[in-house]
């Protein structure tokens, strides 16, 4: 009896695991969107967030796509490379970087911001894992040599390393009231939703030709 009991126990966990990652192991093309809180979805649900309307969209479309939301409130670049790294295991094809804006927002060194970047994406290209870089920019209330030096620090990293790349996450978000929640600086989920758009036009043309 203890024999079936155990039997009956790991078959379920197995069913359940099967579950759970069925949408990862079945996907033609498994993206990460690793980023702060904008990714997480910060004061919206799950399901309000730019990762998950993506996917959604992309799968309208016709696209065979799984995006796991990677996003963790408050982050700074300094997490990229050691987040990035426990994600391999499930082998993505394309990681979405949405990095640097807590860093800019605290007032961190540039430098160090593009360091910190720089690693991930060397570590990606390494396992052949796509990039598609998100550009951020901040207020200029930071001073214009600050803003315009982080604003360029992305375009810095494009280049170098030949990425794709958003040239701006929040374009037409950021600084706008009625797409904001009342901090001013997390998106409601119409912003989310104008994300989304933003992200799909640069992220459609790399993924594999629909069939």
């Known amino acids: 009896m203890r024999y079936f009991r155990h039997f009956f126990l790991w078959f379920a966990i197995i069913i359940f695991g099967i579950i759970l990652f ?18 997480e979805g910060f004061g919206v649900s799950r ?6 309307l993506l996917e959604k969209e992309l799968l309208s479309k016709g696209h065979a796509v799984k995006v796991i939301n990677a ?40 430098e160090h911001m593009k360091h910190n970047l720089s690693k991930a994406i060397e570590l990606a290209k390494s396992e052949k894992i796509l990039v598609l870089l998100s550009g951020m920019q901040i207020p200029l209330n930071y001073g214009t040599e600050y803003t315009e030096s982080f604003r360029k620090a992305f375009y810095e990293l494009a280049k170098n390393y030949k990425l794709p790349m958003i040239p701006f996450l929040l374009n037409k978000v950021g600084g706008v009231s009625s ?25 459609e043309p790399l993924l594999p030709k629909k069939n």
Request: aromatic content about 6%; overall charge negative.
């Open 22 to 39: 069925s949408g990862i192991t079945f996907a033609q093309t498994l993206i990460i969107a690793l980023g702060d809180s904008l990714t």
């Open 47 to 52: 399901e309000e967030a730019y990762p998950y």
């Open 71 to 110: 996003g963790i409130s408050g982050s700074t670049s300094a997490s990229a490379v050691s987040r990035l790294k426990w994600y391999l295991r499930i082998q993505p094809d394309i990681v979405i970087l949405a990095l640097g804006g807590n860093d800019g927002l605290r007032g961190l060194s540039v």
């Open 179 to 203: 797409m904001n929640q009342p901090d001013g600086i997390h998106p409601n989920p119409e912003g989310h939703q104008i994300i989304t758009r933003t992200v799909l036009e640069y992220l």
